[in-house]
């Protein structure tokens, strides 16, 4: 037996056969390196089938040893690395052994000749094969017309076993057990037994097919796909282990209780959906149409005692403070339990960030026993994020209403419908218009969503949106909430939250027992006044928990597990280095042309310095610090007030024309506007002119008019926050703003001396510093103010 040596390439799923040309795609490095081989010495390779495709790296005995010894025509190498290689088979050959080789497999093969007994047996299943095979290619159309053109000229019988058997739709295993035989008969019995069985198998399901047709009718041809598998399945007797889930979807839809209209609407879509193809795309948008109606809760609600007792503690547990919101939700559950329905109410919590706006909204739900549910709003600019979208489009689903609905999984939740002033409009429409019939008590019980195209009711849920300010909230849909204000929290109130929940769960997150770490009165206070700048405590937790990581790395480094720390005022330098912000505190002393002010900010109240200082000049006036247009004309209303009560202070009529007025209000590089530093202007002013004093411990705040009058200004708690944590003892406040002084906390009033003013006169009086037996306002006649008038337009130029 003469053997020769050859490189040797495993194939997965396909057999090589003589006189065969295939393109294979090599990806392997082994297979690589031996075509690279064979391609280099132009010889031959073998091409051996692996029993299992699975395996990348198959061993010896993995490999089946008949292969077929090939030709490499051509190589292209891919962009990612491969080689598309196009092979001819040429002859049948045997592996003896396998020669160790570091790149490739290579063996001692032997060839293998086909057995052709040359009879009369042999001339006979060479004829039946030819006409059988002409029959099995009328079945399948997938064989090439190329193909039985050539196999009626090959004369080789040999040959023709190999090109038939190349071209049968048989398994890996099949076409290797043809292969392997060398005897023509057997190889000829082996195809014909194979074609029988293909051609039976093609009969079956043409009269299936034929069955199907009939049952079906003209009505029903596109259920053609459906009505196939279930013959099928007929046949074989698996009919009962089949699915029906349009007939899951109508049970489905019977036992959900839904409304009348909604139940014609998904029976519709239902019928609809029985007579699409199921590979339709259609068919999925009609499904997931009706997934969607039955994914809503239509009707079903939590059931919750309520018990105000038990509400109250829970929101006291939860948060302190927030009175008015607490006080609002425990008023609506009282008429809730006197009432079997009461229309949602629709509450919109409007605060600077991080006081517990969101919160606040989950104690709400476990107050009233509920489920909670929220979406955010911020950057929302879409009319069909609420509305959803339209079926037609590609990809339509529900707005985010109706989702959120289908994830609570009941009707009556509290909804939270936070940021809703940062919702934004462009050319796709208004979002916030969209929330109009949402947040409307008299409209949402028929809620439309584009892509539900059904009326939902909405008129359950508690709604509750929050804002930072309500200058982004249009104001139609401010008209459908009950406005509630959450001030920011006086450092009293950081004080106990930072005790009662910030250090308890920063102590369990950072890994302490209590007890482990004492944080002072002062120490929190230092953190609250220096570290932090804002009107809720986000920044006061993120600070205190970054005071006990540096605890817990100290704790860790010195390897003392068990110590005990305590944080006070003087320590917290040490653990959070410089502090951040200025500490804005009232003047030490009286100072003329220097007036304390108070400002709202969106992270709460500021004390605002104001300086006038004057110059020889022609009287031009200089305002700086970075004004908007609103504080700037309050200033020219400051000066014509005191220009207007010159003679009254005792000065010139023309005092203004020989001086310059510089007006600065510090830290420059902060934008400041509005109308409320009027009688602060107008202080200063008076004071620099007159040169006197204003009182350092006292502040004000108030719109002036040209007749000297103070008109009331928004923000009072806030500002009086700030006027008790700067040491501020006397704040002056407009006399309309008086009623608004019960809104502020009872121990922030206790603690300042507050005087409620009309005019500009009773300012001055109260501000500024006068010697013993000075008056500021001269006793002036009307008439000498009319003559001085007079004779200002008699000597005025003609």
Known sequence: MKTSLYPVMSLRDIVIFPHMVAPLVVGRTKSI??????????????????????????????IYRTGTLAVVMQLLRLPDGTIKALVEGKRKAEIVSFVPHDDFLQAEVFMRDDVDDDDTETEVFVRRLRKQFESFADVHRKIPREVIKSVKTIVDNGKLVDVISAHLPLKTHEKQAILELDSIPQRIEKILSTMHREMELAE????????????????????????????????????????????????????????????EKSA??????????????????????????????WGKKSRAKIDIVKAENILDEDHFGLETPKERILEYLAVQAQV?????????LVGPPGVGKT????????????KFTRISLGGVRDEAEIRGHRRTYVGAMPGKIIQAMQKVGVANPVFCLDEVDKMSTDFRGDP???LLEVLDPEQNNSFKDHYLDLDYDLSDIFFITTANNLDGIPLPLQDRMEIIRLNGYT???????????????????????PGDITLTTGGTLEIVRQYTREAGVRNLERTIASVFRKIARDRLKTNQRNKKYKVTAKSVLKFLGTPKFRYGLAEERDEVGLVTGLAWTSVGGELLQIETTLMHGTGKMIVTGKLGDVMQESAQAALSYVRSRSMRLGLQSDFYQKIDIHIHVPEGAIPKDGPSAGITMATALVSAILKLPVRHEIAMTGEITLRGRVLPIGGLTEKLLAAKRGHIKTVLVPKENERNLKDVPANIRRSLEIHCVDNVDEVLEKALILKEGEVLFKEVSLDAIVGDFTVSSHNAPH
């Open 204 to 263: 079956l399901e043409k009269e299936i097919n034929a069955r199907t047709k009939k049952r079906m009718g003209k009505t029903q041809r596109n259920y053609f796909l459906g009505e196939k598998i279930k013959v099928i399945q007929t046949e074989i007797g698996q009919n009962e282990e089949g699915v029906d889930e349009i007939g899951e979807l109508e049970q489905a839809l019977e036992k959900k209780k839904l409304p009348k209209d909604v139940l």
């Open 432 to 434: 916030s218009s969209a």
């Open 491 to 513: 450092e009293e109130e950081k004080q106990k939250i930072a005790d009662g929940y910030l250090i308890p769960k920063q102590l369990k997150v950072n890994g302490f027992k």
């Open 359 to 370: 919160s606040i909204s989950k104690s709400i739900a476990r107050a009233m026993g509920r």
């Open 268 to 297: 519709k879509e239902l019928k609809k959906l029985r007579s699409m193809p199921a590979m339709s795309a259609e068919t999925t948008v009609v499904r997931n149409y009706l997934d969607c109606i039955l994914e809503l809760p």
């Open 340 to 348: 079997k329905k009461l229309q949602g109410p629709i509450i919109c």
């Open 33 to 62: 390196r031996a075509l690279e081989d064979s391609m280099e010495k132009r010889t031959e390779i073998l091409l051996v089938t692996q029993k299992d495709s699975k395996v990348d790296d198959p061993s010896e005995e993995e």
